[in-house]
């Protein structure tokens, strides 16, 4: 069954970075796009990037275009984010997940603040 280990969040102050990774397992991982979504207290789930099964393709939401970068090692069946400029309203609940499937994994949290 589908698998994903998020990891790597953690408190950084704003204008920090932070290189979150999703580490899959359980299905095979070059057929599918992979999403980052986050989620922050009080709001909704909201859709940060995605890429494309073989990474050729990338999209962002408009808040995280030209400080955030999406990226895939196919070898290994894990997906990047790396996280520049960070903000404040930018805390939250980091999740990555597999196009087509409702599964979601524990998330990694990230905490931007001085």
């Known amino acids: 069954q589908v698998q994903l280990v998020e990891s790597g969040g953690g408190l950084v102050q704003p204008g920090g970075s932070l290189r979150l990774s999703c580490a899959a397992s359980g299905f095979t991982f070059t057929n599918y796009a992979m999403y980052w979504y986050r989620q922050a207290p009080g709001k909704e789930r909201e859709l940060v990037a995605t890429i494309s099964s073989n990474g050729g393709s990338t999209h962002y939401g408009d808040s995280m275009k030209g400080r955030f970068t999406i990226s895939r090692d196919n070898a290994k069946n894990a997906v990047y984010l790396q996280m520049n400029s960070l903000r404040p309203e930018d805390t939250a609940v980091y999740y990555c997940?597999?196009?087509?499937?409702?599964?979601w994994g524990r998330g990694t949290q990230v905490t931007v603040s001085s």
């Open positions: 997940k597999r196009s087509g499937s409702t599964y």
